[in-house]
Nanobody, 114 residues
Framework: QVQLVESGGGLVQPGGSLRLSCAAS????????MGWYRQAPGKQRELVAL???????NYANSVKGRFTISRDNAKNTVYLQMNSLKPEDTAVYYC????????WGQGTQVTVSS
């Protein structure tokens, strides 16, 4: 059974940093596209960043230069390093894989506020 478990969310002040983790089980994360999405209250879920099996990355314009997606194949885990956080980054962040028809994690809350 494939599971994606996110962790690392929390409350941070503007300008601060957080690192989110997505631990995958039941699949080999490195051979699939892994992505981070977010959903703010009243808004649609949007792509934040993704990493392909070849290691290519893609970012939403709103996070380019601030967020970095990476992968630790030995730990079967994908990370999202978030720097220079802004209040508009506040959202529930979800991990996603294109394994089979797609799988989502349960989400982790990120709140950026002073």
């Amino acid at each position: 059974q494939v599971q994606l478990v996110e962790s690392g969310g929390g409350l941070v002040q503007p300008g601060g940093s957080l690192r989110l983790s997505c631990a995958a089980s039941g699949m080999i994360a490195s051979i699939y596209i892994m992505g981070w999405y977010r959903q703010a209250p009243g808004k649609q879920r949007e792509l934040v960043a993704l990493i392909t099996s070849g290691g290519s990355t893609n970012y939403a314009n709103s996070v380019k230069g601030r967020f970095t997606i990476s992968r630790d194949n030995a730990k079967n885990t994908v990370y999202l390093q978030m720097n220079s956080l802004k209040p508009e980054d506040t959202a529930v962040y979800y991990c996603h894989t294109n394994y089979a028809s797609g799988r989502w994690g349960q989400g982790t809350q990120v709140t950026v506020s002073s």
